[in-house]
């Protein structure tokens, strides 16, 4: 492949909902532009980008795909990004990769949730774009009706640049807007509009003269004063228009049938920006800096760090500088990626995307650059995890192997998360949803031949006392010899709320020698991991040594530990305990027309509603609620608003749980433990 300027390449990411064509038309884009031979198919798995096992078996992406394709002189690298929103980290590094993007839009199906999450994800990050309306060799496929729709949801700035010439079984071809040209077939053999679309032809090119004039000046007044505006014009204004977001071209064909695509890949050279215009605008002088976006664990090569060069370049067989880790890390032989295909470069300059294998520190969103220049480079915003599981490993080998896979996970996938929770002492894997966890699951198995169940995780139940009691215990056992001995008399009463647990004592007279009650101490604490209700840890409260006595032979630290915690559990059966449950904050942003759904469900959790505030046209409801209540509220809220609600939870503080619920809870307690 021969060398390009930061100015010739286009790194464009490709966003969609799920089944909306993005793989396909990245194939379609690779075979147009003479990258690969024929056309893979996604369902059987010959893609070019879908090649992970994972990916074949659900027929969806899961991962980003890297690819690249060489059209009038300009690279263009591909970013297929996942289209279903559990994985969203491929989307959100491809995004913060690209220079522009590529929204797909299903010509049967219109907008939908996952369009709409796309749209406003590029909006956050001002990311210009192009939205291509695929599949109109699709039964009823609708290119008008959809367009409509863009225009509703998304703005009148939203304006197409080509037509369909036909649709469903007789889609033949594009109407180029720009130039007045209609390209034919797969090959966009160029030819006349067809006379019964001209009419069509004329009013849309109008429409389109008349947005890139609302967004320049010298434009305007042309418009006004009658002037012809030339296909030069369009093209001036719509370069800077996309750029600045103030116009997204709509494009269409079908990915399947290869129609529309090279006018496809020429608007995404002539609109979209190069990495020179970015917001980090690429420098070839400059010293190297490049971002590590994605980092993934092949079998056969071990860790891949993939990374974009901002500026300078990056060599083969070189040595650069970590920032975030300030160490060195050594670069062997460099590859740019064809999905799953590598293909060996000795450089990758500014403005490109390659790939590492071996690095030894680095991670994804860490920058490498020169130790005498060094910077660091805004790292991916990527999601909090929603869903947790605990995870168990099958056999003692997978125990062993439990330590060395999960970071590796982690390290590719950032937005899981691993933690051993301190309460119930289970292994916590957390992911953005259901379908996410179980993909995760399947790898450990299938990449490192790890077995592990999945379950929900137990809820840190804690219990507390809500009176005031003394409790006495008197610990003698007479046997040949020494016998043992130990007599505590222990107050306990009620902490407030997250106080923790408290011993303290006032034993006058020594009536329990000083060197012993450290053992008593010990003695309290421990018994005060299992509560006398259902075994959990007891919380809140203060225990007091006050008094005792000891026996000059038969004393010793072992005879007033026992006797401390039987007086606890003593002391705890007589304060009237209670159960204590974790209570979450919650806050769920929800589009208008689902607030009455999420608030009724809200109620059958026991939730508190704090209150509503609006906020960019949706709703955010703020609410407290039992975490044994929402522990899989990323797929409820998923069905309740089609997709559309996104929320956050965090610990807020325990509170006592219902008699009826705890009745329950101890019950099933004591089933488990029987």
Not at 119 to 146: C, G, T
Not at 370 to 399: C, G, M, W, Y
Not at 553 to 558: L, R, T, Y
Request: some cysteine.
């Amino acid at each position: 492949m021969q060398k390009y300027s930061a100015d010739q390449i286009r790194n464009v990411v490709l966003l969609s909902h799920s089944g909306a064509g993005k793989t396909s038309l990245s194939e379609a884009m690779l075979f147009i532009a003479g990258a690969i031979p024929r056309l893979g198919r996604v369902d059987d798995g010959s893609s070019t980008s879908d090649y992970d096992p994972d990916e074949i078996k659900r027929r969806i992406s899961i991962n980003l795909s890297l690819l690249h394709c060489e059209w009038n002189r300009h690279k263009v690298n591909i970013l297929d990004a996942p289209g279903y929103t559990d994985f969203v980290a491929g989307v959100k590094a491809g995004m913060r990769v690209a220079e522009g993007a590529v929204i797909v839009v299903c010509a049967a199906s219109g907008v939908e949730v996952g369009t709409e999450l796309t749209w406003q994800y590029a909006e956050e990050s001002s990311l210009p774009r192009l939205i291509f309306i695929n599949k109109m060799d699709r039964e009823n496929a609708d290119f008008h009706k959809v367009v409509d729709q863009i225009r509703n949801r998304f703005g009148s700035r939203c304006v197409p640049i080509s037509l369909p010439i036909g649709a469903h079984g007789a889609h033949e071809g594009v109407v180029d807007l720009v130039n007045m040209e209609a390209y034919i077939g797969a090959t966009g053999q160029k030819a006349q509009i067809p006379s019964s679309m001209e009419e069509e032809a004329n009013s849309f090119r109008d429409k389109l003269a008349e947005a890139v004039a609302e967004t320049d000046d010298d434009l305007t007044v042309k418009y006004l004063e009658g002037e012809e505006i030339t296909s030069e014009d369009i093209v001036r204004v719509l370069r800077e228009g996309v750029k600045t977001g103030k116009i997204v071209p709509i494009l269409t064909g079908s990915a399947l049938q290869s129609v529309g695509i090279g006018y496809l890949l020429d608007s995404i050279c002539q609109y979209l920006p190069s990495p020179k215009e970015g917001p980090v605008p690429a420098e070839e002088s400059a010293p190297l800096s490049a971002l590590v976006f994605m980092t993934s664990a092949d079998p056969y090569v071990g860790k891949l760090t993939h990374f974009r060069v901002y500026s300078g370049a990056m060599e083969s067989n070189s040595q650069v500088w970590n920032a975030n880790k300030e160490q060195v890390e050594r670069i062997g032989q460099l590859f740019v990626f064809q999905g799953k295909t590598q293909e060996a470069v000795s450089t990758v300059g500014a403005g490109d995307i390659g790939a590492v294998a071996k690095l030894a520190v680095t991670g994804t969103g860490d920058t490498l650059c020169t130790r005498e220049n060094p910077v660091q480079l805004e790292p991916i915003k990527f999601p909090e995890p929603l869903l947790s599981v605990s995870i168990h490993p099958k056999t003692k080998a997978d125990v062993d192997k439990l330590g060395t896979t999960l970071p590796r996970l982690t390290e590719e996938d950032p937005t899981l998360r691993v933690r051993k929770d301190p309460d119930t002492g289970e292994t916590i894997l957390s992911g953005m949803g259901d379908s996410h966890l179980e993909v995760v699951v399947d790898r450990m198995q299938r990449k490192f031949g790890l077995a592990v169940t999945a379950e929900t995780p137990r809820i840190p139940y804690k219990e507390t006392v809500t009176t005031t009691t003394n409790a006495e215990y008197k610990h003698k056992k007479q046997t040949g010899g020494h016998g043992q001995y130990g007599h505590v008399l222990l107050e306990l009463e009620p902490l407030p709320r997250g106080s923790g647990f408290e011993f303290a004592e006032r034993v006058v007279g020594g009536a329990v020698p000083k060197n012993y009650i450290p053992a008593v101490e010990k003695g309290v604490l421990e018994a005060r991991q299992e509560g006398v209700l259902a075994g959990y840890p007891v919380v809140d409260v203060k225990a007091t040594l006050y008094d005792g006595s000891a026996h000059p032979v038969d004393s010793s630290e072992i005879s007033f530990k026992i006797a401390a915690s039987q007086a606890l559990k003593k002391g705890l059966a007589q304060a009237q305990p209670v159960l204590l449950e974790p209570i979450m904050h919650l806050e769920v942003v929800v589009p208008e027309e689902f607030i009455g759904d999420v608030i009724g469900d809200l109620n059958t959790k026991r939730a508190r509603v704090l209150g509503m505030n609006p906020q960019d046209g949706s709703q955010v409801i703020e609410a407290q609620v039992p975490q044994a209540e929402v522990m899989r509220y990323a797929i409820d809220l998923r069905s309740l608003t089609q997709g559309r609600g996104t929320y956050k939870l965090e610990f807020s503080h325990y509170e006592e749980v219902p008699p009826h619920i705890a009745e329950k809870i101890i019950n099933e307690r004591a089933a488990q433990k029987s």
